[in-house]
Nanobody, 123 residues
Framework: QVQLVESGGGLVQAGDSLRLSCAVSGPTPFSTYSMAWFRQAPGKEREFVATINWSSDTTYYTDSVRGRFTISRDNAENTGYLQMNKLKREDTAVYFC???????????????WGQGTQVTVSS
């Protein structure tokens, strides 16, 4: 069974940085998967944030985070990351990591999901 566990969320001030981690375990090698980050703010639908393919040579970002967030992965450590810089209040959300066999902005492309980690940005 594939498991994803996020960590690194917290309460920060606008302008601060956070790095989220997503530890992946299971029978299929982590390097097989594309992985992504999505987020869901209170009262809103889950939205795409960033994705990275298995070899890290393809990444996509939603416009609102491009230039501030960086997605990366360490296949040897079975872990994905989301470095978030210059955080804004509107980045406040629960952040979910996801793994699947396609590199896509669509949540339906991902087969496995973590439980989420809360990121709260105060002004």
């Amino acid at each position: 069974q594939v498991q994803l566990v996020e960590s690194g969320g917290g309460l920060v001030q606008a302008g601060d940085s956070l790095r989220l981690s997503c530890a992946v375990s299971g029978p299929t090698p982590f390097s097989t998967y594309s992985m992504a980050w999505f987020r869901q703010a209170p009262g809103k639908e889950r939205e795409f944030v960033a994705t990275i393919n298995w070899s890290s040579d393809t990444t996509y970002y939603t416009d609102s985070v491009r230039g501030r967030f960086t997605i990366s992965r360490d296949n040897a450590e079975n872990t994905g990351y989301l470095q978030m810089n210059k955080l804004k209040r509107e980045d406040t959300a629960v952040y979910f990591c996801a793994a699947g066999f396609r590199t896509s902005r669509l949540s339906t492309a991902y087969d496995y999901w973590g439980q989420g980690t809360q990121v709260t940005v105060s002004s």
